[in-house]
C-alpha cells in the first residue's frame, strides 16, 4: 500500500499516551487529534475535535482529515473497542490509511512459562486479553500494510499514571500490590512514543513488541522505583496468584528496532524517577 500522507489522525489524543504522542509527532506530521472531555485549551486548539466513540463514527473525521495513519489511543469499553475498530478496517481499505493499535502483553496471559515474542500464539483468560486478541485478529485480517499492531509491556516514566498511583498510596500510608511471582518487562511513554515515530516515518506495517529486552521480577521494579523516589518504609501488599515464576513480557525479537530506540529496565527506574 502506498501511503497516501503524512497526515495522522490520532483517536484519543487527550488521554496520556495519545498526548505524549500528539507532542512526537506535531512538529513532523500533520497531525489531527480527537478528545472526549477535555481542557478548555484541547477544544481552542484548531487541530482537536470533540468525539464520543459511544455514539459517533470515526468516518466523519477520516473522510474530512484524509490520514495516512489512525492511531487508535482511545478508550472506552471492550464492546465499544471492538464496534469502532471493526468500523475502523472497512474504512482503511476505502480511505487507504494505515490503523496503529496498541494491544498488550495480557494476549499471551494464558501462556506463563516463558516471555512471549511477536509472532507467538496468543491466549488470553482474561476479558481484557480476550477483547485485545479479538481486535488484533480483526485487524491482521487485513492486508498487513494495513496495520501496526504495537503491543505494549507496563509502561512508567515521569508523571505516568502509575508513578502518580505509587505515590499516592504512599502518601495515603496504603499497601502497595506487587507481585514477586511475575516476571515482566517494562517502558516509559517518552520511548514507546519515539518507536512509533520511527515506524510511522518509515513506514513499516506488521506487530511489534515496545518493551524492554530485559526482564525484572514485578516486586523488585516497584520496591526499586520506591527506593529511588525515596518513599521511606512504603507498605508492600505481596500478591501471590501462582506458586512459580509467570512471565508477562512481550519481547521483542522478530521486529527489532535500532538500538537508540530500545530501552532497558535500567532507564525505566531511571526517567520514572528523575526530575524535570
Given at each position: 500500500?502506498?501511503?497516501?500522507?503524512?497526515?495522522?489522525?490520532?483517536?484519543?489524543?487527550?488521554?496520556?499516551?495519545?498526548?505524549?504522542?500528539?507532542?512526537?509527532?506535531?512538529?513532523y506530521?500533520?497531525?489531527?487529534?480527537?478528545?472526549?472531555?477535555?481542557?478548555k485549551k484541547?477544544?481552542?486548539?484548531?487541530?482537536?475535535?470533540?468525539?464520543?466513540?459511544?455514539?459517533?463514527?470515526?468516518a466523519?473525521?477520516?473522510?474530512?482529515?484524509?490520514?495516512?495513519?489512525?492511531?487508535?489511543?482511545?478508550?472506552?469499553?471492550?464492546?465499544?473497542?471492538?464496534?469502532?475498530?471493526?468500523e475502523?478496517?472497512?474504512?482503511?481499505?476505502?480511505?487507504?490509511?494505515?490503523?496503529?493499535?496498541?494491544?498488550?502483553?495480557?494476549?499471551?496471559d494464558?501462556?506463563?512459562?516463558?516471555?512471549?515474542?511477536?509472532?507467538?500464539?496468543?491466549?488470553?483468560?482474561?476479558?481484557?486479553?480476550?477483547?485485545?486478541?479479538?481486535?488484533?485478529?480483526?485487524?491482521?485480517?487485513?492486508?498487513?500494510?494495513?496495520?501496526?499492531?504495537?503491543?505494549?509491556?507496563?509502561?512508567?516514566?515521569?508523571g505516568?499514571?502509575?508513578?502518580?498511583?505509587?505515590?499516592?498510596?504512599?502518601?495515603?500510608?496504603?499497601?502497595?500490590e506487587?507481585?514477586?511471582?511475575?516476571?515482566?518487562n517494562?517502558?516509559?511513554?517518552?520511548?514507546?512514543?519515539?518507536?512509533?515515530?520511527?515506524i510511522?516515518?518509515?513506514?513499516?506495517?506488521?506487530?511489534?513488541?515496545?518493551?524492554?529486552?530485559?526482564?525484572?521480577?514485578?516486586?523488585?521494579?516497584?520496591?526499586?522505583?520506591?527506593?529511588?523516589?525515596?518513599?521511606?518504609?512504603?507498605?508492600?501488599?505481596?500478591?501471590?496468584?501462582?506458586?512459580?515464576?509467570?512471565?508477562?513480557?512481550?519481547?521483542?525479537?522478530?521486529?527489532p528496532?535500532?538500538?537508540?530506540?530500545?530501552?532497558?529496565?535500567?532507564?525505566?527506574?531511571?526517567?520514572?524517577?528523575?526530575?524535570?
Open positions: 500500500m502506498a501511503r497516501k500522507s503524512k497526515r495522522i489522525l490520532i483517536l484519543g489524543g487527550s488521554g496520556f499516551l495519545g498526548g505524549h504522542l500528539y507532542k512526537e509527532l506535531q512538529a506530521f500533520d497531525v489531527y487529534a480527537t478528545y472526549h472531555t477535555g481542557e484541547l477544544h481552542q486548539n484548531k487541530r482537536f475535535e470533540q468525539w464520543d466513540a459511544y455514539k459517533e463514527s470515526p466523519v473525521f477520516i473522510q474530512q482529515i484524509k490520514p495516512g495513519v489512525v492511531i487508535s489511543a482511545f478508550r472506552t469499553s471492550s464492546d465499544n473497542q471492538i464496534q469502532v475498530h471493526q475502523l478496517a472497512i474504512l482503511s481499505l476505502e480511505f487507504g490509511f494505515q490503523i496503529i493499535f496498541f494491544s498488550s502483553s495480557n494476549v499471551f494464558a501462556f506463563t512459562n516463558y516471555p512471549s515474542y511477536e509472532y507467538d500464539k496468543t491466549l488470553s483468560v482474561s476479558a481484557y486479553g480476550k477483547y485485545q486478541i479479538r481486535i488484533e485478529n480483526l485487524l491482521m485480517r487485513l492486508p498487513e500494510a494495513h496495520f501496526c499492531i504495537a503491543r505494549l509491556p507496563m509502561l512508567f516514566g515521569h505516568s499514571p502509575r508513578i502518580k498511583e505509587i505515590q499516592n498510596l504512599f502518601k495515603l500510608n496504603e499497601p502497595i506487587v507481585f514477586p511471582n511475575v516476571v515482566i517494562a517502558s516509559i511513554f517518552t520511548k514507546v512514543t519515539q518507536q512509533i515515530h520511527f510511522i516515518n518509515r513506514e513499516w506495517s506488521g506487530i511489534f513488541h515496545l518493551g524492554s529486552s530485559d526482564l525484572i521480577h514485578h516486586n523488585e521494579l516497584i520496591e526499586e522505583i520506591c527506593y529511588k523516589l525515596q518513599l521511606e518504609n512504603p507498605l508492600f501488599k505481596q500478591v501471590y496468584n501462582s506458586n512459580n515464576d509467570r512471565f508477562l513480557a512481550p519481547v521483542p525479537k522478530d521486529h528496532l535500532p538500538e537508540n530506540l530500545q530501552i532497558t529496565m535500567e532507564e525505566v527506574i531511571q526517567k520514572s524517577i528523575e526530575i524535570k
